[in-house]
């Protein structure tokens, strides 16, 4: 259009609230997912296990059923009801991260197409949020929200009671769930964004939770330590929700150092991350 007309007019229609605008990078990030059929596959068949659970749950108040194998309950659903189902869930977790985290951020560092989200009203920030948003919604969507499904279920039969009694294992769900949620999305996101290849984000990303557990054994043995836990990621969820839902649980540190040990490793994947998702990186020679 020529300028010298001025028939120019900005536009006046309807404006995308600032707090919702990262939201279409989670958007089309979640069509990238799911146009693997495969993956589709997995991801429901992370459910059969909630609905085992839940077909448990119902014949567990079953009179007939139990009447027939002369028992007063099949199983106690209790924190280690929900310690197993959480360790279970968060192995599926696991495999969802390291299927979809990496493909989530190395694609733009490799095509160089950060620079076209950041000339537009997106701050590094949102950027990170509405990636990280894809991975947090899978995962609660396969830990907390099917075991608050399955706590509900239960008070629904025991009845008040029991609910009142157990109220407190809804916090402590939500809070293991959340913390192993922020360490598998912090650190899938940073391996992608320093290693730009998505099948070599996924091989590390697998390596750093099983060799992880290989060198914390070692370095227990060699050095006549008991801290080399503190390099076993996957030990250190568990400790943290075995704590949190008061289950025995054999660890050489507390559930309080747990916490603080992951969320030194979620905040050194945040600086990682700030090091990476730029709009323009110097290359020196």
């Not at 990280?132 to 396969?142: A, F, N, T």
């Not at 054999?250 to 490793?265: K, Q, T």
């Not at 994947?269 to 709009?279: P, Q």
Request: glycine content about 8%.
């Amino acid at each position: 259009m020529a300028v010298y007309k001025r028939s120019y007019r900005g536009y006046a229609g309807q404006l995308t609230p600032l707090w919702s605008r990262f939201l279409i990078i989670t958007r089309y990030a979640f069509k990238n997912v799911f146009q693997s059929k495969l993956l589709t596959a997995f991801f429901v068949i992370c459910f059969f296990y909630p609905l085992i659970c839940a077909v448990g749950i119902y014949a567990n108040h079953n009179a007939r059923l139990l009447a027939i194998f002369g028992v007063r309950a099949l199983f106690d659903v209790d924190g280690g009801f929900f310690f197993n189902f959480l360790r279970v869930q968060g192995s599926m977790a696991f495999i969802l991260t390291a299927v979809v985290g990496p493909g989530l951020v190395s694609p733009d560092l490799a095509n160089s197409a950060l620079p076209l989200y950041f000339c537009r009203p997106l701050s590094r920030a949102e950027y990170v949020a509405g990636k990280m948003l894809v991975l947090v919604s899978l995962l609660s969507l396969v830990s907390w929200v099917p075991a608050l499904l399955l706590f509900l279920i239960q008070s629904s039969l025991a009845g008040g009671s029991w609910m009142w009694a157990h109220r407190w294992m809804t916090g402590s769900i939500f809070l293991g769930s959340a913390i192993e949620i922020l360490v598998y999305s912090m650190l899938a996101l940073a391996l992608s964004a320093w290693i730009k290849r998505k099948l070599a984000a996924g091989a590390a990303l697998l390596a750093v939770f099983f060799f992880g557990a290989g060198f914390a054994e070692a370095a227990n043995n060699v050095l006549g330590t008991n801290k080399g836990i503190l390099l076993n990621l996957g030990r250190l969820i568990a400790t943290v929700e075995a704590h949190l839902l008061r289950q025995p649980w054999r660890s050489s540190i507390s559930g309080e150092s747990a916490w603080m040990a992951l969320l030194a490793v979620s905040g050194f994947c945040l600086w990682l991350l700030a090091r990476k998702v730029r709009a323009y990186e110097v290359v020196r020679g």
